[in-house]
Each structure stands twice: as C-alpha cells, then as structure tokens.
C-alpha cells in the first residue's frame, strides 16, 4: 500500500474496492486456504494441517498488525481449525459472534471501529445469503446440463451475491458515514476480487520459492511477472 500514489488509493476508494489493498480478512482466508492446500497435497493428514495452518494464521495477524477485520477474520479461521483438530462441528454465525465478543472483552472501545463495523457487517451479510439464499440459486443452477456452463453460472453468480450481500448490509454505514455510495463497486468488486486474489496467491508462491531457492530461481520471476500484469490489470 505504501507503493500507491494518492491519486491511485483514492481511485481504489471512490470504486469502493480499498479492501483488496488493505489486509483484511481476503488475505488472511487466502493465506491459510493455500497452506491449508499444499499441507493436504503433502498428504498430511487434517489434524496436523489444521496445527500448522492455525499457527500460520497467528503469525499472519502478528505481522499484519492485528488490525480489527484481520483478528475478526483470525479468530473465526481458529475456530474452523481448531473444529477440525477437536472433530467438532461449527457454525459461521457462532464463529462470528465469538470473534466480536473476543475482540470486545479485550477492548470495548473498538466497537466503534467503522473497519470492524463494515468486516462484520460484510461478513455477517456474506453468511446468510450462503446460508439463506444460495441453496435456493444453486438448485436452479444444478438444472443445467452442460457441465461447463453449470459451473460458469455458478461462478459467476457465487460472485454476484457475495458482492450484492456484502454491500447490502454495509450500506447503511457507509452511507451514515461517507454520505454516499457508489453502487459502480458492484462491478468493480467482480473484477477486482477474483484478479487480486490471484495475484496475492501467485505473489505468495513466488515468495515461498524465492526464499528456498534465491534470487536467480526462474519460477520465482516467473511468478512475480505474473502478479505484477495482474495487478496492472
């Protein structure tokens, strides 16, 4: 973020996509997914491979600063580890709440936070159209014979209603505080998310592969080359 210009971070915030820059619970899900993934693609077993992620996850909020959306997102990731390591099971809506009653024990005052307002809003309005909604679109999605466009349709509209939902629930926020929306965020987050979480991934295993094999590693490059035409697109 620090690389921005200000002309650029205030084109990120006038298109309402300032999140795919800022860490926040996108990149922390990123980050423990794919060590969740390579973990099982070493054949680990799910026990041990949810250990390793949570630690990963801890460090991941250490070094990021334990800003509010990052530890609402940490802690709702443990507790979807941690259900794996205990063999129980869990619940997104009780996940959430236990990270907002965690956060607001050690300091009541973030309550106030308009990050960790809009993370929860856009988390909580995420849940229940997965929970409320989306069953109901994937049974007419399932109708669909072709296999290709079933999952194009598919894709696309898991995208749409992550979009539509979060929006939904932080508008009012949004609007008490920046006096305004921008409802052109609808479209932006639809190329925005997808392409950033890409280039973070493509970003992260460029890394990985730097600091074992060193500069000259030609996969590493390869990867950087990679993000940054993702990240100019």
């Known amino acids: 973020k620090s690389g921005l210009s200000a002309d650029v971070y205030s084109d990120f915030q006038a298109l309402g996509i300032s999140h795919v820059i800022c860490v926040s619970g996108l990149h922390l899900s990123l980050w423990s997914l794919l060590v969740f993934w390579l973990l099982k ?15 990963a996850v801890v460090l991941f909020m250490l070094v990021a600063g334990m800003s509010y959306s990052v530890v609402r997102s940490g802690i709702m990731m443990l507790v979807y580890l941690f259900s794996n390591i205990l063999i129980r099971q869990r619940d997104s809506l009780n996940s ?29 309005g995420i849940i229940l159209c997965s929970q409320i909604i989306m069953p109901h679109i994937k049974l007419k999605i399932n109708k669909i ?22 929006t939904a629930l932080t508008l009012p926020v949004s609007l008490g505080i920046y006096g305004g929306f921008n409802f052109a965020s609808l479209g932006a987050n639809l190329v925005a998310v997808p392409v950033s979480s890409a280039a973070i991934v493509v970003n992260a295993l ?11 590693d030609i996969i590493s490059k390869a990867g950087g080359l990679l993000c940054t035409l993702l990240i100019k697109f």
Do not use: W
Not at 96 to 124: C, D, E, R
Not at 206 to 216: I, P, R, T, Y
């Open 206 to 216: 460029g890394a990985a592969v730097h600091a074992v094999f060193g500069s000259l």
């Open 41 to 55: 693609k070493m054949r680990i077993g799910d026990r041990i491979s949810s250990i390793i992620c949570a630690v």
């Open 145 to 166: 014979e072709n296999k290709f466009i079933k999952k194009s349709v598919d894709s696309i509209a898991l995208s749409l209603m992550t979009t539509v939902s979060a």
């Open 96 to 124: 959430l709440g236990f990270a907002v009653t965690v956060i607001a024990l050690f300091n009541p005052f973030a309550m106030g936070s308009v990050s960790l307002q809009l993370s929860v809003l856009a988390t909580l």
